[in-house]
Nanobody, 120 residues
């Protein structure tokens, strides 16, 4: 069993900052690509940022210059969000491609989501 657990969401005023964390645990050989997605009410889930196992990163245009994705070890990922906007209110989800053993293929996992509310 593999679990992704997010934390760090909450209520912040527009212009403020939040830091999200995501920790992978369980039967893991290697955590490969990790990423943050978000879903606002009535909208589709969208990519915010991704990070490879070698810490290569890619951001959605809306996140560039304000958000920073990082990993401090193989299984933990962060999203530093600065200068938040009201329209970025959403549930933020952690996603990871994980190998359960050396010769197994990647499996895709999602966290339960953490609510981020930005008040205007």
């Amino acid at each position: 069993q593999v679990q992704l657990v997010e934390s760090g969401g909450g209520l912040v005023q527009a212009g403020g900052s939040l830091r999200l964390s995501c920790a992978a645990s369980g039967s893991i050989f290697r955590v490969n690509l990790m990423g943050w997605y978000r879903q606002a009410p009535g909208s589709q889930r969208e990519l915010v940022a991704i990070i490879t196992s070698n810490s290569g990163t890619r951001y959605a245009e809306s996140a560039k210059g304000r958000f920073t994705i990082s990993r401090d070890n193989a299984n933990t990922m962060y999203l530093q969000m600065d200068t938040l906007k009201a329209e970025e209110t959403a549930v933020y989800y952690c996603n990871a491609a994980i190998q359960g053993s050396r010769y197994s293929a990647n499996r895709n996992y999602w966290g339960q989501g953490t609510q981020v509310t930005v008040s205007s």
